[in-house]
């Protein structure tokens, strides 16, 4: 058992645990493209992990996560029509815009996750908070079978035209594009975590 910080302390839970196993995963991701730059990563496997982001807390059962695969060419057409949307937002310069032409193909897979909007503004803000949750179960169920995951927040987050290559509505919000990819094997720095004290009420 570790404790907040991951330093070791001795406690009721032991080391196979399955709270050990858990948290020795959620330290263990690292925001990552080192990967197998020609072994893809298959539409079905990243199926598989969308379906975990749904096992994320969501009030009301709104299922507000939209999902987009890009792989192969796909990835090129992502970029390109990232920058039409650039351009009709006037957003970026050239350089920028020549950078997202391509930024895409950078690992096998691309992932982009859309949020839906809701008309109670509530729910419109629980929703944008179930997306990211889900996210993090995605990004730890990829760690766990090898990928590397590297979550962005793309230049624009509502780009009409991708949103409808994405096949989402002209309203959702790109909350964040995934880039997957078999690790390779290089390891990543750590960044450090600062200490986390809690306010603790007892009474
Ligand atoms: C909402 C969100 C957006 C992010 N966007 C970017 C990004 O655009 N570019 C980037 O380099 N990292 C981005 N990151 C990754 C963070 O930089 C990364 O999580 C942080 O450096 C800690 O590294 P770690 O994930 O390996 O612990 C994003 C993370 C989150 C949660």
Not at 30 to 52: H, I, K, Y
Request: proline content about 9%; aromatic content about 8%.
């Amino acid at each position: 058992m570790t404790d907040a910080f991951g330093t070791p302390e001795t406690g009721p839970v032991g080391d196979d645990s399955p709270y050990e196993s858990f948290a020795h995963l959620a330290r263990t991701r690292r925001t990552s493209m080192f990967v197998e730059p020609d072994r893809d990563v298959a539409p079905e496997l990243v199926q598989e992990l969308c379906g975990l982001a749904q096992w994320a807390p969501n009030h009301k059962k709104t299922w507000p996560w939209r999902f987009a695969y890009f792989t192969g060419d796909g990835r090129r057409r992502l970029g390109e029509t990232m920058v039409a949307d650039m351009v009709d937002a006037d957003f970026g310069d050239e350089g920028k815009r020549l950078k997202t032409r391509t930024k895409y193909l950078r690992t096998p897979g691309v992932l982009v996750v859309g949020c839906e909007p809701h008309p109670n503004e509530m729910l419109h803000h629980e929703n944008r908070e179930a997306v990211p949750a889900g996210i993090q179960n995605q990004l730890l169920g990829a760690t766990a079978v090898g990928l590397a995951s590297f979550w962005s927040t793309p230049a624009l987050t509502r780009p009409p035209r991708v949103l409808d290559l994405c096949g989402f509505g002209r309203e959702d919000r790109i909350v964040g594009i995934i880039y997957l990819g078999w690790a390779d094997g290089r390891t990543v720095e750590t960044p450090e975590r600062p200490p986390m004290p809690i306010t603790l009420v007892t009474a």
